[in-house]
C-alpha cells in the first residue's frame, strides 16, 4: 500500500545549513525536508519541507512526490537545479542527498529488495 498507512511506508528526514540572508534562514538555521517512502518500490509518497514560504513548500512537493528513489536521484536533482530557482537551492539537494543515503542503510540493514519493475 503506498498511501502511507502501509507497513513499507517509513519516514525520513535530512537536514542542511541554509545560507544566510534569505527568509527562510530567518526562521530555520536549516531546511528540513521529510518524505515518507515505500521502501519496497523506492516511490516517495509524500514530502514536505521547512521553506520560509507556502507556495515554496508546495513547489518542491509536486517535484518529488511520485518520483522513484531508487531510478530518479540524478533527474530529481536536475529538475530541482532547473526548477527551483530559489537561495535554498543547494541546502535542499544536500538534504535530499542526506534522505537518500539514509534510505540506502536502512532498506540495507532490512534486507529488502526493491520491487522495480524494467
Known amino acids: 500500500m503506498a498511501d502511507g498507512t502501509g507497513r513499507d511506508v517509513v519516514f525520513f528526514t535530512g537536514y542542511a545549513k541554509l545560507p544566510k540572508g534569505i527568509t527562510a534562514s530567518e526562521l530555520f538555521e536549516v531546511v ?3 518524505m515518507e517512502i515505500d521502501v519496497r518500490t523506492g516511490t516517495i509518497v509524500d514530502a514536505d519541507c521547512t521553506l520560509a514560504t507556502r507556495v515554496g513548500r508546495r513547489f518542491f512537493r ?9 531510478t530518479g536521484v540524478a533527474a530529481l536533482i536536475s529538475d530541482i537545479e532547473r526548477r527551483y530557482q530559489g537561495s535554498a537551492q543547494k541546502a535542499i539537494i544536500t538534504a535530499l542527498k542526506i534522505i537518500c543515503e539514509k534510505y540506502r542503510s536502512y532498506r540495507a540493514k532490512e534486507g529488502i529488495v526493491t520491487e522495480q519493475t524494467e
Open 32 to 34: 528540513g525536508v521529510g
Open 62 to 70: 509536486r517535484l518529488v512526490v511520485g518520483r522513484n528513489i531508487d
